[in-house]
């Protein structure tokens, strides 16, 4: 009787920690501060060098809470209601995402309609319609001038691209009554694949002999040579999905399993503190060598692992102290309005380096700037929109799924 008494009470903790796992975390809107601030000192340039030049790993810690995030609502909605509405889904992606982005598509037009040629950061009408049907990232191989200001946009496509695929993915496979195993086995095959396909490029342009570089894909030589392949690989969608399928498995791992929800506090503050030390390495390796050296063959997925696992132990337990030094009134706020400062801050920074010459000035001015209309957008635009968005929180019309 004793054992069966203990048991209820395993599941009825394993219950309350499953229901904080799907609910608001702000230690998570923490990580989204960190990752802003690292991509707008890496755009902040000083006396012509970047401020900080791993901060472009900041997108990656977005790839991992994005895939997590979705992954976990999609799979909340299928155990609450037992079927999972793609249409709501792509409904409140296109309330949460288009409304910037189309604002940002605007401005480039307008800013393109108005300018000469010569303008620095003028966007060309390709990469205006790229940035406004999400292949900026493509647009980025292809015609890389042709974004302009809005060269940032180009994760914005790699995330929309990822909704448009993973969602009916997973609905098919609970719909086909997959094994809780085979709902992890996807996205880390999936990553997997993505991560080495990466590595397989970089490593054989760089060592295989001439005469085997010559069956690469043809996306990696131009004019006859090989062009230099981490920009090819970095901006390609199959070559860069490892850290949102990192963060899928991630929300499949703390879902469906009950026993890691079993984890002690002292457990995920190792992991969490093991994650720090994995990021604070592969920032130090890719500040100490351009990231065409080490990032593609094997350091851009330990960084998306120990961002996954850093996450991972925040939601398990929300009172280890990194959880409470991020969940900081300040790096909340900042984190709730990253979407906004993200967008915003490339048409910012380009048109005010056009006014102020003065770096002393420019800098802090165009830091000022692009938090306050970040906050006057989220205030006005993305403020009432979010309120919308949840009249499409519950499905109506889609096929029985198994919890």
């Given at each position: 009787m004793s054992r069966d008494v203990h048991d209820g009470s395993r599941d009825a903790v394993d219950r309350r920690t499953r229901a904080s796992v799907l609910g608001y975390q702000p230690a998570l809107d923490g990580i989204r501060c960190i990752a802003i601030l690292m991509v707008l000192v890496f755009h902040t340039d000083w006396h012509g060098k970047t401020l900080f030049q791993a901060g472009y790993l900041g997108v990656d810690l977005f790839f991992v809470l994005s895939g997590f995030l979705i992954t976990v609502l999609l799979l909340q909605e299928a155990r609450r209601w037992r079927r999972i509405s793609l249409r709501n889904f792509y409904v409140r992606r296109a309330l949460r995402l288009l409304p910037l982005a189309g604002l940002l598509a605007l401005v480039g037009a307008i800013v393109n309609r108005t300018t000469s040629v010569g303008f620095a950061g003028r966007p060309e009408w390709q990469g205006v319609a790229s940035v406004a049907l999400y292949f900026a990232n493509w647009m980025h191989l292809w015609r890389p001038n042709a974004l302009g200001f809005m060269?940032?946009?180009w994760s914005?496509?790699?995330?929309?691209?990822?909704?448009?695929?993973?969602?009916?993915?997973l609905v098919l496979l609970l719909w086909r009554r997959a094994s809780r195993w085979i709902l992890l086995a996807v996205p880390v095959a999936l990553a997997l694949g993505s991560a080495g396909y990466r590595a397989y490029q970089w490593y054989a342009v760089n060592h295989f002999p001439a005469r085997i570089r010559g069956f690469l894909p043809a996306m990696l030589v131009q004019n006859g040579?090989?062009?230099?392949?981490?920009?090819?690989?970095?901006?390609?969608?199959?070559?860069h999905a490892d850290g949102l399928l990192i963060g899928c498995a991630l929300a499949?791992?703390?879902?469906?399993?009950?026993?890691?929800?079993?984890?002690?506090?002292?457990?995920?503050?190792?992991?969490a503190g093991a994650g720090t030390i994995a990021i604070l390495l592969v920032i130090h390796g890719a500040n100490a060598q351009p990231r065409t050296i080490f990032l593609?063959?094997?350091g851009l997925l330990v960084f998306e692992v120990a961002a996954a696992a850093i996450t991972g132990a925040l939601v398990l337990h929300p009172g280890i102290r990194m959880a409470r030094v991020l969940s900081h009134r300040a790096a909340v706020w900042v984190g709730r309005r990253s979407y906004g400062v993200y967008v915003i801050h490339g048409v910012?920074?380009?048109?005010l380096s056009h006014v102020i010459t003065h770096e002393s000035v420019l800098v802090p001015t165009m830091w000022a700037v692009t938090f306050a209309l970040a906050a006057l957008s989220y205030r006005y635009v993305e403020g009432p929109i979010l309120r919308l968005k949840d009249r499409f929180s519950s499905p109506r019309v889609s096929p029985s799924l198994a919890t």
């Open positions: 060269g940032h946009a914005l496509a790699i995330e929309e691209q990822f909704y448009l695929l993973w969602p009916p993915v040579k090989e062009f230099h392949v981490s920009e090819r690989i970095y901006y390609s969608s199959v070559t499949v791992l703390l879902v469906s399993f009950p026993v890691v929800l079993r984890v002690t506090p002292k457990v995920a503050a190792l992991a593609p063959e094997w910012v920074f380009s048109l």
